[in-house]
């Protein structure tokens, strides 16, 4: 078989594999909500939970088309290359591949996969982790930072608008010189926060 671009999402989400670091089951009906006082067993419940919060919000953003529908995303841009990439089905999912692989092209190896980690990091108030997505090119691996930023970006719930602004940002890799200190500074405006302080 000869080597090709990604020409199918499906094919991508069969091929991500996600490694729980919580130790804990998300039980029936479980939210924060309902367990405001955490001990050490509710603490890895709630891991559990934003973890499998996570991997529908990274599905949703993988399966969306062009660059998030956001007026900071396509400000920092340009409307040039935002419109010209809008109807692109498959331009995060390659973002996401050459992010993590160092390529979009789909190895010829069947069994390969790209694993997603996750780091849970405690009660930091309301901050934004800088490094939301750790990768190394090539590695076909990466870490997602879970802080109380980050759950907060999931408590929005479909379709996770805010959580798909961060990631796209961070897997984003044709910035100019600049580009990405303005893109954190637009992201951090948009979700209402100041730059001063609010990275962990």
Known sequence: MSARRLADIDVLLQHIQFVSSAKAQVPFNFAPANHPVMNTVEQSQHDAYYESVLKVALETYLRGVGHPQVPDI???????????????????????????????????????????????????GTSLTADLIETLDCFNHCNFVIDEGVRALLGEGQPYIGFATWVHGALWDQWEEGLQDQWVDRFLYLMGAHRKGAYV
Not at 86 to 112: H, I, N, Q, S, Y
């Open 74 to 124: 396509r400000s920092v841009i340009g409307d040039e290359v935002f419109q010209r990439t809008e109807v692109e089905p498959l331009l995060r999912a390659r973002l996401f591949m050459r992010r993590t692989m160092g390529t979009d092209v789909v190895p010829e190896d069947e069994a390969w996969k790209i694993q997603i980690f996750f780091s849970h990091v405690g009660n930091r």
